[in-house]
Every structure is written in structure tokens, then in C-alpha cells.
């Protein structure tokens, strides 16, 4: 779950989605439960978001896996399930 979770945050980064103090708390913190919405993802960031984590993680991701796992570490729980890596 772990490469999944910094691939996420990297593509958030990447995005200037998020930054500064809230980057580093992010990474510093396993437990961080992060929401999307309260990252202030709107429809057209969370597409763009999906392609960049696509070109992160080698394969598909959906919009819709954005509104089924809200949240930085449940969409990492949800990507190493999928793709076979340890949760």
C-alpha cells in the first residue's frame, strides 16, 4: 500500500495540488487519512489527477475509483488490492 500511497501523493505534488506544509505532513504521517474533497479536487483536477497517476502507476484508474475510495489511503488500500501488491 505504502508505493501506492507516495505515487499518489507524488502525483498530487506534481499537480500542485498540494504543497508546503501539508506535502510533508502527508508524508510523514502513514496514518494521514487525507480527503480529496478536502484538497479541494474539483471534476476537471480529479481527470488530470487520473492520467498522472496512470503515467505513475502503469495501469488504469477511473474517476469513479476517486468517489468509491474518497481518500489517499483508502484509494492506496484499494490500488495494492488490485493489483496484487501487499496491503
Known amino acids: 500500500m505504502e508505493q501506492f500511497r507516495n505515487r499518489i ?3 498530487l ?3 500542485d ?3 508546503g506544509d501539508r506535502l510533508e505532513s502527508l ?3 502513514v496514518d494521514a ?4 474533497v478536502d484538497l479541494e479536487m474539483d471534476s476537471l483536477t480529479a481527470l488530470d489527477f487520473c492520467v498522472g497517476l496512470e503515467d505513475a502507476i502503469g495501469g488504469a484508474i477511473e474517476p469513479a475509483d476517486l468517489v468509491e475510495h474518497p481518500s489517499i489511503n483508502a484509494l492506496a488500500r484499494h490500488l495494492a488490492k488490485t493489483r496484487g501488491a501487499p496491503v
Open 9 to 11: 501523493i507524488a502525483t
Open 13 to 15: 505534488a506534481s499537480m
Open 17 to 19: 495540488q498540494i504543497s
Open 27 to 29: 508524508r510523514a504521517s
Open 33 to 36: 487519512d487525507a480527503d480529496f
